[in-house]
């Protein structure tokens, strides 16, 4: 059996990312302070999403406020999308990176343009209905304070990672079957496993194949995928281990990556 027969599990009821912040982080475990270091100097592919100008990154259509251009993350991270590739070599794939440490104020001009968008897509819905909706897509720094492990977002630690397919011989990126930050039900991970269960697609589609294929290589070297959004995973940070909890797998009872402010230039 190959990653491209293993259905991505399908959940209508997953936590969401305003379900994390009351997991402990243990700012005494020795990876606490595991350095910041760019994915791309040690080979692994990617261009920062949001950093973009060319008006290639929808729904932005240009630089979001706030974006750094390097690909940040934990340093064991690198070494992890080192062995996804790896393993992604046979299938003739190799990863590519979207986005990964993101400054806080990158993080609070996602959540002001989302809950524009949803404001004008849900017109009758009130605040508290609102945060809800894009809290599932994300993360609220609107409380951040670098002192309370309860405002911290995922991507502020440097152990959530966005990423997508890339064909190793043409460089073109894989058919995930919507573009990043589509923040949509498409977006979701079980997405074509709904239509291939309902009968709409066969199981050959290149769209539901792809994306069993980055979740299961991911996966099988020890990253979580927060089921609302197919590029995104986690690597102990308190997303990873909601979702572990949630998941059914052995528990953890802390997270080991906490905040770390921008790097130095």
Same mark, same amino acid.
């Given at each position: 059996?190959?990653?491209?027969?293993?259905?991505?599990?399908?959940?209508? *009821?997953?936590?969401?990312?305003?379900?994390?912040?009351?997991?402990?982080? /243990?700012?005494?475990?020795?990876?606490?302070?595991?350095?910041?270091?760019?994915?791309?100097?040690?080979?692994?592919?990617?261009?920062?999403?949001?950093?973009?100008?060319?008006?290639?990154?929808?729904?932005?259509?240009?630089?979001?406020?706030?974006?750094?251009?390097?690909?940040?993350?934990?340093? *064991?991270?690198?070494?992890?999308? !080192?062995?996804?590739?790896?393993?992604?070599?046979?299938?003739?794939?190799?990863?590519?990176?979207?986005?990964?440490?993101?400054?806080?104020?990158?993080?609070? +001009?996602?959540?002001?343009?989302?809950? $524009?968008?949803?404001?004008?897509?849900?017109?009758?819905?009130?605040?508290?209905? &609102?945060? $809800?909706?894009?809290?599932?897509?994300? *993360?609220?720094?609107?409380? !951040? /304070?670098?002192?309370?492990?309860?405002?911290?977002?995922?991507?502020?630690?440097?152990?959530?990672?966005? &990423?997508? &397919?890339?064909?190793?011989?043409?460089?073109? &990126?894989?058919?995930?079957?919507?573009?990043?930050?589509?923040? *949509?039900?498409?977006?979701?991970? /079980?997405? #074509?496993?709904?239509?291939?269960?309902?009968?709409?697609?066969? /199981?050959?589609?290149?769209?539901?194949?792809?994306?069993?294929?980055?979740?299961?290589?991911?996966?099988?070297?020890?990253?979580?995928?927060?089921?609302?959004?197919?590029?995104? #995973?986690?690597?102990?940070?308190?997303?990873?281990?909601?979702?572990?909890?949630?998941?059914?797998?052995?528990?953890?009872?802390?997270?080991?990556?906490?905040?770390?402010?921008?790097? +130095?230039?």
């Amino acid at each position: 059996m190959t990653a491209y027969d293993c259905p991505i599990p399908m959940h209508k *009821s997953a936590p969401t990312a305003g379900n994390y912040h009351d997991i402990p982080i /243990d700012a005494r475990d020795p990876r606490y302070a595991e350095p910041l270091v760019d994915a791309r100097a040690y080979g692994i592919a990617g261009e920062n999403y949001y950093a973009r100008t060319d008006a290639r990154n929808p729904p932005y259509r240009e630089a979001v406020p706030g974006a750094v251009r390097d690909l940040w993350c934990r340093e *064991s991270l690198v070494d992890m999308l !080192f062995a996804v590739n790896e393993r992604l070599a046979e299938y003739g794939a190799e990863v590519y990176v979207w986005d990964a440490y993101r400054p806080v104020a990158c993080q609070q +001009a996602l959540w002001d343009f989302f809950w $524009e968008r949803f404001r004008r897509e849900m017109p009758h819905a009130g605040d508290a209905e &609102l945060a $809800e909706h894009v809290r599932r897509y994300v *993360s609220d720094p609107r409380r !951040f /304070d670098r002192n309370d492990r309860r405002t911290w977002p995922a991507h502020a630690t440097g152990a959530a990672v966005d &990423l997508t &397919l890339r064909d190793l011989r043409t460089r073109e &990126l894989l058919d995930m079957g919507t573009h990043f930050d589509d923040m *949509s039900a498409v977006s979701h991970s /079980d997405y #074509f496993e709904q239509l291939l269960h309902g009968g709409r697609i066969a /199981d050959d589609d290149a769209r539901l194949r792809n994306r069993r294929l980055l979740h299961w290589a991911m996966q099988a070297q020890g990253f979580i995928n927060y089921s609302y959004e197919c590029w995104h #995973f986690d690597f102990g940070d308190q997303m990873y281990v909601m979702m572990r909890n949630y998941l059914g797998g052995d528990p953890a009872p802390a997270a080991w990556y906490g905040y770390v402010p921008v790097p +130095a230039a």
